[in-house]
Nanobody
Framework: VQLQASGGGLVQPGGSLRLSCAASGDVVRVNNMGWYRQAPGKQRELAAAISSGGSTNYADSVKGRFTISRDNAKKAVYLQMNSLTPEDTAVYYC??????????????????WGRGTQVTVSS
């Protein structure tokens, strides 16, 4: 199982970016999905999360500016980021709790991480 993220880049303050992440491989079902971020010199923190049923959770610092969504058919999660500020500069990682395997190899559940995509907000 792999999580492939894309959509990062350089944007001016006040601008927008949309991150995407899709799971591939022997995926049977994707449970909770989320986006974490890690700024230079800081610990990784949750930015936003979404359950399989669509319930969402946001860090206070991004509420009202970021929107997380998912497409269960595509096994994908998205993060729409608006009104970006320099404080949003970080490496963004997608995360998913995945049921994987097959009837002959057996099924397992574990957490997977994408490689991370850089978001830089600067003028």
């Amino acid at each position: 199982v792999q999580l492939q993220a894309s959509g990062g880049g350089l944007v001016q303050p006040g601008g927008s970016l949309r991150l995407s992440c899709a799971a591939s491989g022997d995926v049977v079902r994707v449970n909770n999905m989320g986006w974490y971020r890690q700024a230079p010199g800081k610990q990784r923190e949750l930015a936003a999360a979404i359950s399989s049923g669509g319930s969402t959770n946001y860090a206070d610092s991004v509420k009202g500016r970021f929107t997380i969504s998912r497409d269960n058919a595509k096994k994908a999660v998205y993060l729409q980021m608006n009104s970006l500020t320099p404080e949003d500069t970080a490496v963004y990682y997608c995360n998913a709790n995945v049921v994987y395997g097959s009837s002959w190899s057996g099924y397992n559940t574990r957490e997977f991480w994408g490689r991370g995509t850089q978001v830089t907000v600067s003028s």
